[in-house]
């Protein structure tokens, strides 16, 4: 339902003429990704023009900007950040001059190794414009002893550990890859004489282009001169998909993984009404993110599915705290349940996770004040217990509300007559066979060792301890 | 779901602290009245702070505006109106000092004899600010020659005539009221000890406010010092609602001349699957205005729905226009197709209306590209054949796809399997029984009629003739 | 040097192309009259066009606004106005819907009885949209009872008594009228086949247009089809010309009332070394009000002219108060002493008025820092006892230093070895002497009777109370 | 009088609370140096805060950004650079990310072997953020191989050639420096506990500080923890001080390379009043920049100095571009003429220099419209012939009317009745004695050789050939 933000999209084009202007539609279509900064990089005739801010990408272009950017060849991204950071150049796709030239990269992930490469790296003389992870990927490109571009970013690459799905280009080649695990999606698009590159194919279907496929984990794709090809990265690893991209993240009409994911999101309806049945006049979902896995529940469980809660369309991204006996505000300003359904009735409410708490506890209250005799809650994934270092934004593992409670015990704070959650397994039984998964979140099973042990106090607080030095204003100088 | 536009929403609040922070949540909930402008006016000791301004009430209101406005009574307003206006002073709620004091005006609907009202004024020396229709009344309160406001307000409100739905203050009192034939709604809410009047009630909802009743068509209503009183406005008339409110302008969770929305949209899904049935494998909606029609008409008919359509949520006011080959875009910003959903089905999409018929044709191409097998179409409402002078921005007679058009034209045009509307009959059946209806822009028959014969050429081309002359930029100065 | 605000400055323009954009020009020259807020009507064929906003003329337009705009004819208006003002409606030119076209009216002044009239006005009916004295001119013009626009506003100048200096037009003729006390400058220029109107001869020389003449005191002058004619508004009256206007407010490069600034400013210098000599060795002014009044010290006294003083052209609007140890900050940001000038230097500083006598404190200690050796102060102009009505924004009494002190408490206070001012006998020996002045401001001589008597608070607090009762926030609402 | 631009002010503050009001303050009155933009980076407690943007000091930050920015240690910088740039990443404090910790640096000049530097780092794997010269210098500071950063900040100042005036901070001491010619002025100052360091002593004046001394040419100073050292940058050469910070650049009021600034003017004026007397009435200045050389020539002559020119204090940084019978407008925005004081006058007009002399010559034109019967220019400085390559703006010299038109030929263009202007020789006896100077930009000798011979179509063309591959937008991918 919330709670969770991924940390961004991607996309990148090359052979079309006016390039920016379908990453802008690109980005949009990915906006779900990234909420806070989109940035275009725009190439053409050996130029290269550079547009970021902060907002939606409604919000930060305009049609000078568009016409402005131009390209044969455009990088973008949709940035996700805590707001109010202090750090104005933490935006992507980040600008670098080297090599005689620049360089344009976009990144979703996380790298785990960030932080001690940084410090190798600052150590050589090298200096860093930002505190992003990102940054390093440049840095390990522009110092390696390789020839060409192409062979430097795969040495560069095989020196991250962590999760990325990212695009560079030098104006000349866009270069896309996937980590070794493949913890975020990545696919390729090809539209007329051109290709697309983009986190999920509702970026290709909103430019009405083709899917081709999604980059291999352990991947980097080369397109240049309009042809592609294939560069492995690393021995082989086993991959680990982000599950919760399947469950929440990714928009339902999208393919990630090469899967479509809303029969996914249906099929863990299905699951969950098999393995948690419910005695109930309808089944409502939180709306829009549960409505797959709700319809997929009403489907299997056979009680009918309606729309007892209304979203408001018009929620701006800023809220402004009302007063005290308005609380509670925050919920009703984007949901309102519809008494005429909800009067009277059993309702299940099928969500697909719970990360706080604290907004299912007030759309229940809001259920049951327009007249529901009975809500039962069932959740279309496992409890969430443990924080996420590959690339989401995740509470501390206190605030994780089943890391500290159990399920009777939510069930009490949510005031819910009944309450569910999938099992890992069962998750993985309506999720695609073939594939592995990371399900660190929900087991505490990280796929990637962390480089410098994280000590006990990170695990509980949580937070992207590969990063999390950098991230931080402050910074004491280091004795020189 | 679209091409139709309301003209505001309006809505008063007394009796409480910071009025404006509850008018800003109001008005919030009553953005999709209209999205180009909001205003509100506060009163508080006998002063007034006036804060109004394009886009959305998230856009013009910040924390500090609230503040600033305080309040212990408040006239909130939201604005349709067509962009690139000239008129930057057509803001509402309309500021007016006289009486020695100051008057505050919202106003929904459209006066069919301003025009005249504002010829006699001008003549006896009275100077507008504005070109709206609205400002007659307060003219007309203003001369007139009654003691109090309250009388004043009555005599005014009995010499317009057309579609009000009206929100005005002094400060003291907060004085609603409704036409005669009632064609918009309002309602009554209190929350405290303050009272709220509102266009539709999901704006009392969001406070967590009680709905009392709606107001009476004809009927005034003052508030002050904590008690109501309805003062009846005019002899005896037969109501005429506005039936496409339920249909579609109004939102499912609201409860508007009396009646919860959703159970109407329902039985119109009920009647038309009934009326025209369908051979097909899923019903979908156009997300969410014809969500309630469509899971009716599934209920009915016994075909599962589907979300086979999935809206953005993220879609900004603007939209720029982008390079040929990327034609069909605007609809695909806002809607994509989920082919996972769609392949091989036939499918029966439910819509409640048709007005130009574009928005359809390329959401059709997008259902069929998505692996449709088949495409039946089911209007929830009868063909709209004539434009709407009650406070709705029409288009003219010609753009109206149904006016030109037979309805196998119209299929032909959309590239449908099949097309059916309700007939006006049936839709009757569906809506609330005790109401009277104004269906004009089915049948034409305008319950009002207007103050000097519309000539044929106005009746083609549509527009807003009662308010006409006054809207436009073109005031030639008249022979002094 | 400051202390003292005009409220506005005026602009008309008419028969030629773009009026807008001369309008623009204009109102850039005049911008010393008001850097509040600015405003241009500009009409073409029958349409108006408005942009009125606040800050600088610079600020308020761009290149798109003036393309929009265009016009054959266009009246503007600069506007000086309190900060913070909680009426936004505030803004000039008044633009009224009446009569059955649009009036545009900018006003430069105060009248006196506009809250008489008001009352009368609103008992009969009419609506203000402000709390601008102005607004009662149009009224009267609209409810008068004579056939054309000339004699309505012939009628209407009549009715009102006070200041003002004013330029209306329905978009046909241009109409540009001084009171018959002739308080503030207003004069005609002509470019091409077009005729201007602007309060200071400044507004022509910017756009290389030739000075016709200035309109005379109880002179309305209307301009149509290419010609002027003059009508009188009244019996004769004596003329009160503002003599500020040749001390302070006008530019030097300026003719008003008929006459070129810069010599009388040199006069009163002359006059000044005269009468009150000094042993100096430079003589410097506080640039660039008192410029000219000191360049004529010096050259009647002999003693060299210095620019001790360099004054920062880039002083912004606002003001960003610093912490305490910066304290003095606020003069120092706008002025500062040349130590190489000063140093050991008995110095003459000639300023045009003191108002307050806070900055010249500073500026006294600052010149002094610098190390001139003796710091005699020459004031061009009277002791300044009491407040203006007559569209200057005054402090109130006690706040003028001169009206609470005498001339030796004042020399102590600023700290300065030596302090003298203008005797009004001298003034006038160096103003033009055909004219007849007001200097209520130096005696208290008024040279219109208020309407209702002032109360001996209002008298001590300043205000202008002409208007008071409607520029303020409160309104109690009066019983009905 | 204007033409050639200054490209930037510096300003650092060590050891007071809010340091970055103190930056503000400074940069306020370095405006004249740089009004494209303005940036500051405040330390404390080993954070850092940035603020840069576009726009005059007063536009760039508001009360809350200094509040917020904070400090004990600040760097600031304004910024001039050729509009439109399409680089937005070029602005200064430049902040990175190196040594562990973060480095700001504020640099005025410019360095004519960054080219070269710049490729040797790329080479070696360095990335940059933007196409200043002034990035290379961090990057030194970054790879050299010493312990301290004081030690490394030595080093790469060693490697460097060209002109900066620099100030440098890493949060715990302010380092301050000039090249060894010392091209371009700074100064060191003390307020309460803390330093300065300033382009020019006006800023300390602005802050009541106190002046202590210009740092040296060549020489290095660091300040930290309350003391202040020297240290030498370089092997001894002879310093070449800008001698147009003298003629014109600088404040009046400001003391630069330890002398005064307005007794050097005023002795420009002297010495040409001797060398090129002339036969007139009176002598006027292009205010302001020209006063101090005016009034020299004026005490010199005994003709009476006059002010004939009015600036409009309101010139916003935009320019609307008129239609086309307003010509010459630009200059008319800024300047006017005062016919009382011109009419029938012999006029000497003074001025600092001449560039292209488009704008002199619409002046002569308005001086001769206003009446005057003869205008005599002279100029206070030698013809400009050669380009500047050392921090200042240049046109090519093709642009240089003085490079390509003898002097005769320029008073015909202008339309003077005389025209002279100083000799070299006569500037350098006006200038004070014991300094070196720069005077390339009159006979062309520049005091730094060019690492790679500019060929003749650069030295024809102009521009900063040290700099100009990098500023350039296009970028051509070097092959890999």
Redesign the interface.
């Known amino acids: 339902m919330s709670g969770w933000h991924e940390e961004c999209g991607v996309f990148g084009v090359i052979g079309v003429?006016?390039a920016a202007?379908?990453a802008?539609?690109g980005l949009?279509?990915l906006?779900?990704r990234g909420?806070e900064g989109a940035g275009i990089v725009a190439f053409e005739?050996?130029?290269?023009?550079?547009k970021r801010g902060g907002g939606?990408?409604?919000?930060v272009?305009?049609?000078d900007d568009?016409a402005a950017l131009g390209g044969s060849l455009a990088v973008g991204h949709n940035r996700y950040s805590t707001t109010g950071s202090?750090r104005?150049?933490n935006q992507q796709p980040l600008?670098?001059?080297?090599?005689?030239?620049?360089i344009a990269l976009a990144h979703n992930g996380n790298l785990v190794n960030a932080w001690e490469l940084r410090?190798d790296l600052?150590r050589e003389?090298?200096?860093?414009?930002?505190?992003m992870d990102t940054e390093v990927i440049?840095?390990l490109i522009?110092?390696?002893h390789r020839?060409?571009?192409v062979e430097?970013a795969q040495e560069a690459l095989r020196s991250v550990r962590g999760a990325f799905s990212l695009v560079l280009s030098?104006?000349?080649r866009l270069i896309a890859a996937r980590d070794p695990d493949g913890f975020r999606p990545l696919c390729i698009g090809r539209i007329?004489e051109g290709f697309l590159v983009a986190s999920e194919s509702?970026a290709l279907?909103?430019?009405?282009a083709s899917y081709v496929r999604e980059i291999e984990a352990g991947e980097m794709v080369v397109i240049e001169a309009g042809r592609m090809r294939s560069i492995p990265l690393d021995g082989k690893r086993d991959a680990h998909h982000c599950i919760f991209e399947f469950i929440y993240f990714s928009?339902?009409?999208s393919t990630i993984f090469g899967h479509?994911v809303?029969?996914v999101r249906r099929r863990l309806g299905h699951v969950l009404a098999d393995a948690s049945p419910a005695e109930a006049d309808i089944v409502i979902s939180v709306?829009?993110s549960s409505?797959?896995a709700a319809?997929g529940f009403s489907?299997r469980s056979g009680i009918?599915?309606?729309?007892g809660l209304?979203?408001?369309?018009?929620?701006?991204?800023?809220f402004?705290?009302?007063?005290q006996?308005?609380r509670?505000?925050r919920v009703?300003?984007k949901f309102?349940?519809?008494?005429?359904?909800l009067e009277g009735k059993r309702v299940v409410v099928v969500d697909d996770s719970i990360v706080r708490g604290t907004t299912m506890r007030k759309l229940v209250k809001m259920i049951r004040n327009a007249g529901a005799s009975k809500v039962i809650l069932r959740i279309s994934s496992p409890p969430i217990l443990f924080p996420c270092f590959y690339g989401i934004d995740t509470p501390t593992r206190g605030e994780l509300i089943a890391s500290t409670h159990t399920v009777e015990e939510i069930r009490k704070y949510l005031d819910v007559d009944g309450l569910a959650y999938l099992t890992i397994e069962k998750l993985k039984e309506a999720a695609p066979a073939a594939l592995g998964y990371c399900t660190a979140c929900f087991d505490g099973v990280y796929p990637i060792p962390f480089s410098h042990t994280p000590s006990k106090e990170i695990l509980e607080n949580g937070g992207d301890w590969g990063q999390s030095p950098i991230t931080k204003?402050?910074?004491?100088?280091?004795p020189?």
């Not at 209304?310 to 800023?318: D, K, L, P, S």
Request: one cysteine or more; proline letters at 8%.
């Open positions: 003429p006016k202007e379908l802008y539609f949009y279509a906006q779900h909420q005739n050996g130029r290269h023009r550079v939606l990408v409604s919000e272009f305009d049609a568009l202090c104005p150049e600008v670098s001059h080297c090599l005689g030239g620049v410090q600052e003389g090298s200096i860093f414009q930002t505190s440049v840095h522009a110092r390696s020839e060409t571009l430097r030098d104006g000349r007329g509702c279907d909103i430019l009405n928009r339902p009409d479509p809303d029969p709306p829009d409505n797959s319809l489907e009918p599915f309606e729309m209304i979203r408001n369309h018009y929620v701006g991204r800023t402004i705290q009302p007063i006996h308005l509670d505000l009703r300003v309102n349940a519809v008494r005429s359904v204003c402050e910074e004491p100088w280091s020189l």
